[in-house]
């Protein structure tokens, strides 16, 4: 969890000085607890709008009832149609691969009954959240421009939005407890 909060931290920084001029409503780790792997997102609302014209104008048979409104909250936590999906990716995988190296060996792939996989994938992904929560918490986040109504995010690939909520609420609402 340290090191993920330090590598996150220098690019937040780094990232934030380059895009001071974009209010972002959304802050993420796009993580794939298989592979011990996170990529750093952010979107903005422009790019959220654009994107949900992108799908209303090539895609008008599947939206034709949908409003630019309405897929733009279908869009909103969709991770890898942000503007910044992974977009520390070659600076930040220099720094995370020799950590992601050895959590990868640690995965218990050879467990018949999956459990210290399934294990790994809890505890992989718990730690993802409560490092995005630390982020938070001691400011690092302060460096991007951010709307009124910025929010942060934990998602591991093969889960819905919804699974990936209730898994960072459930965290935060547990931290804030204990």
Same mark, same amino acid.
Not at 104 to 112: L, T
């Given at each position: ?14 990232? *934030? ?8 409503? *959304?802050?993420?780790? /796009?993580? !794939?607890?298989? !592979? ?15 994107? =949900?014209? &992108? ?11 949908? @409003?630019? /409104? /309405? ?9 890898? !149609? ?5 977009? @520390?990716?070659?600076?930040?995988? /220099? =720094?995370?691969?020799?950590?992601? =190296?050895?959590?990868?060996? $640690? ?7 999956? &459990? ?22 001691? *400011?690092?986040?302060? =460096? ?7 929010? @942060?995010?934990? $998602? ?17 609402? &547990?931290?804030?407890?204990?």
């Amino acid at each position: 969890e340290d090191a993920l909060f330090l590598i996150a931290s220098e690019y937040v920084r780094t990232f *934030g000085t380059f895009h001071r001029d974009k209010p972002f409503y *959304g802050f993420a780790f /796009d993580c !794939n607890a298989d !592979n011990a792997q996170v990529f750093v997102c952010a979107n903005t609302r422009e790019a959220l709008s654009e994107e =949900a014209r &992108r799908y209303k104008t090539q895609s008008a048979e599947q939206y034709d009832h949908d @409003t630019i /409104d /309405d897929i733009e909250e279908q869009l909103r936590w969709g991770l890898g !149609n942000w503007e910044f999906q992974a977009f @520390t990716t070659e600076g930040f995988s /220099d =720094a995370w691969n020799p950590i992601e =190296a050895i959590l990868v060996e $640690a995965i218990p792939w050879g467990d018949e009954d999956r &459990r210290g996989i399934e294990d790994f994938r809890t505890h992989f992904m718990e730690t993802a959240c409560r490092c995005m929560m630390r982020l938070e918490s001691e *400011g690092v986040l302060n =460096a991007l421009c951010t709307t009124d109504d910025f929010k @942060t995010f934990v $998602a591991d690939h093969d889960e819905t939005v919804k699974r990936s909520w209730s898994r960072y609420e459930s965290i935060r609402s &547990r931290d804030i407890r204990a």
